[in-house]
């Protein structure tokens, strides 16, 4: 197979940080397209994987919340052509019950697909001078110049689009805004509560907004979040560490409670918080992974005691065809402002952004592979 070089960002087992390195790219198959990477979003999940808290092979290309242009394609495609701008999301099968319901978030073959390492025949598409890379992150690690991906996990964009920027709808902003708008359904005139002010959490807001939701709280400990959080339209900001009890701040605010809850920080003590604060048939959804499991905030007596649900939100319920051209026209409306959470990097300060969105200086970091060295 016909091979050439690009730059990636290539994670050790051994190194706490990323090595930026030249490696080699296969050519697609007849199933897949090169993707030429504009920018691609830091997320919390490639941190997980990259941490060994899920079993992973290294070395490896985490990334995957990528968008770019279409500079390949193998025989089998027809979705997409030489020349599309694209966002690269999560992949599926398309063949699955869950895909044949348009529930591509809960593919049978999810783990296959997306968390393996490698292509479903245990190929990778990347090698360096010293053997195999893994590839295939979530169909596409897109953490390079270059990608390997699917069209089942392509959707093209118009070329007016600033296309370096959208990366983050295919994972952070349709889980934070497809949580609210999808898995929980919040209507017009309902309460959230959203735990936590990074890019997930304030998509929500957003999202929140979108569905005119009459109260959206925000708990968040940084000030800068909450401010954002406020311009963004949230009604309420609690900061935890102000006050005695964060679940009775937001019970003072609801009277009886909130409709909906969300929890982006897969913290045990906050997602306590969330149910203590749902009102009658209230709905905490979880979308965080944490670095261990923990047990539920709650018993199932206390799920009984007011028809509660504690419900698993994977990508915001996302059909990644329907949803993020829905996504993009409120993002073209002004609805959905993720211009304002971003802060572009060079791929080769990938580790400078990481820092920098653990410490609050950023929200939502984005890499552009281009500006390599300029």
């Known amino acids: 197979m016909k091979t050439h070089n690009t730059m990636a960002a290539v994670a050790y087992s051994d190194d706490t940080e990323f090595r930026l390195e030249r490696v080699e790219i296969d050519s697609p198959r ?5 993707v030429e990477i504009k920018g691609v979003g830091v997320c919390h999940t490639d941190l997980v994987f990259r941490s060994g808290n899920i079993p992973y092979p290294f070395p490896a290309v985490f990334g995957h919340e990528g968008s770019g242009v279409v500079q390949a394609v193998g025989d089998d495609v027809d979705k997409v052509v030489v020349g599309d701008h694209v966002l690269v999301t999560f992949r599926s099968c398309g063949d699955c019950n869950r895909c044949n319901q348009d529930d591509a978030a809960y593919c049978h073959n ?55 920027l959208l990366g983050p709808l295919g994972c952070s902003v349709q889980t934070g805004a497809g949580s609210v708008m999808r898995s929980l359904d919040a209507h017009q005139g309902s309460t959230i509560v959203i735990a936590g002010g990074g890019s997930v959490g304030l998509c929500a807001v957003m999202g929140a907004v979108i569905q005119q939701c009459s109260t959206i709280i925000v708990l968040e400990p940084m000030a800068s979040r909450r401010e954002l959080a406020k311009e963004l339209g ?11 009890n ?15 809850a969300l929890d982006t920080t897969a913290l045990a003590s906050v997602q306590k918080v969330l149910f ?50 829905e996504l993009v026209e409120h993002f073209e409306a002004g609805r959905l402002p993720i211009e304002r959470l971003i802060t572009k990097y060079k791929l080769s300060e990938i580790n400078q952004a990481i820092a920098d969105q653990h410490s609050g200086a950023c929200i939502k970091a984005v890499l552009i592979p281009s500006a390599l060295t300029d």
């Open 246 to 260: 964060s679940a009775k701040a937001i019970l003072d605010i609801t009277s009886f409670g909130v409709d909906n």
């Open 110 to 164: 999810m783990p296959l697909l997306n968390a393996i390492g490698s292509r479903e025949d245990g190929s990778s598409a990347l090698s360096n001078e010293d053997g195999r890379v893994a590839s295939n992150f979530f169909g596409q690690s897109s953490f390079a110049a270059h990608s390997i991906t699917y069209q089942r996990n392509l959707v093209k964009v118009d070329k007016h689009l600033p296309i370096e």
């Open 30 to 34: 007849a199933d897949e397209v090169l």
């Open 234 to 244: 949230a009604t309420h900001c609690i900061d935890p560490g102000a006050v005695e």
């Open 276 to 325: 203590d604060s749902l009102g009658p048939k209230g709905t905490l959804g979880l979308v965080g992974i944490g670095a261990e499991d923990f047990a539920l905030p709650c018993t199932v007596n206390d799920l009984f005691a007011g028809g509660k649900t504690i419900k698993a939100i994977v990508e915001g319920d996302s059909d990644p065809d329907s949803f993020l051209p």
